[in-house]
């Protein structure tokens, strides 16, 4: 069996609004794995133009999501920060990808149906075909393991069935070629960490997202102290007191994911904080959550500020890290090229 060097990729879209979903249940995670494995975050611009994005704004959310990264502690110099258009790479190896996909697997993408709704005439083909270019994303980098939040599970999936059907289409010409018996490693998603799903504070049914045009619905990572003690203190909830265990959650979408958030930001277990507010009304819990939620959010917030105030050196780091992720790109894509039978400069 080929062995793949251990390497985490994961990616976030620069399209506003970056939340704490997006915080507890992919940045969290990128921080941690830093100590363990080699890692590739990614500004992914170019699957936020899959839905339309005013230039200027597209431009100011790169930098945003630049920023909320090396505010939350990614290390830009032991690993790699870029922004995805800067390595042509990934649009080269997508369209190998489209080739690769079939027309049927894409169909059954959920996030597709639920975007493009009831409108699909109208919707981008780069829309329908964004998940070939996100296992271009992950594969270009040999990527063994990708921290996403739930909602990316099926498109992970599909990752790895183009990985499994590259592999059998091409072992021929892999192995002609030296490459071992697979050319892609079939990657692992890690959808582990504190909140996997934070769901919307309006309605504990649905997953907080940038698109919600509810600003109530999510706490932005760019949100003051104010801001976030107002959202929580909104938020939807029940007129039963909270119950002294997990199990007195079930059917109570709001409280549940209050007391998730409470959790994630404690970094304590449900039981624990039950066993702490179990009984108490959300006028006792939601001071105490927003509370802990300014605590550990200003001073993301604070240095997010300061870095954005500084453009030049995040678009440095940006290039820096684009010139890094290169050199692993343009191999990848060099041996891809030498398996599908292209001519290349040698
Ligand atoms: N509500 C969430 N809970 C936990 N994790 C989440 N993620 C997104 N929402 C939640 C994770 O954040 C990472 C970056 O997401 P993205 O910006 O690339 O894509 P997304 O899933 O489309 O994000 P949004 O915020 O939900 O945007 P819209 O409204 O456009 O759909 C991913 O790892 C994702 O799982």
Known sequence: MTEFKPRV??????????????????????????????????VVDMHAITVWQDPAELTGNI?????????????PKAHIVFNQSQVSVHAEL??????????GWLSRMTQFK??????RENASVGLFAYPNLMAADILAYL????????????????????AIKFNNDFSESIVANGFGDAFFPVTEPLITGPATRVMS?????????????SDYSRI???????????????AKTDPEPLPSEPGGLKGRPEADNLVGIYAALSGRPKESVLAEFGGSQFSVFKPALAELAVEKLSPIANEMRRLIADPAYIDSVLVDGADRARVIADRTMAGVKDVVGFIRRK
């Open 143 to 162: 990527a063994t393991h990708v921290p996403v939040g739930d909602d990316q599970k099926q498109h992970l999936e599909l990752a790895r069935d183009i």
């Open 220 to 234: 932005a990572l760019a949100d003051d102290a104010d801001g976030i003690a107002q959202k929580i203190r909104k």
């Open 9 to 42: 990729f994961s990616g976030v879209q620069p399209t506003g609004n970056l939340h704490l979903g997006n915080y507890l249940g992919a940045i969290v995670n990128f921080v941690a794995l830093q100590k363990t494995h080699e890692c590739v975050y990614c």
């Open 63 to 75: 930098r945003e999501v630049t920023a909320a990264f090396l505010a939350a502690g990614v290390d």
């Open 94 to 103: 997508a369209w190998v990808f489209n080739c690769v996909a079939r027309m």
């Open 201 to 213: 504070l309006r309605d504990g049914t649905k997953k907080m997202s940038k698109s919600d045009p």
């Open 114 to 119: 639920e975007k493009a709704g009831k409108d």
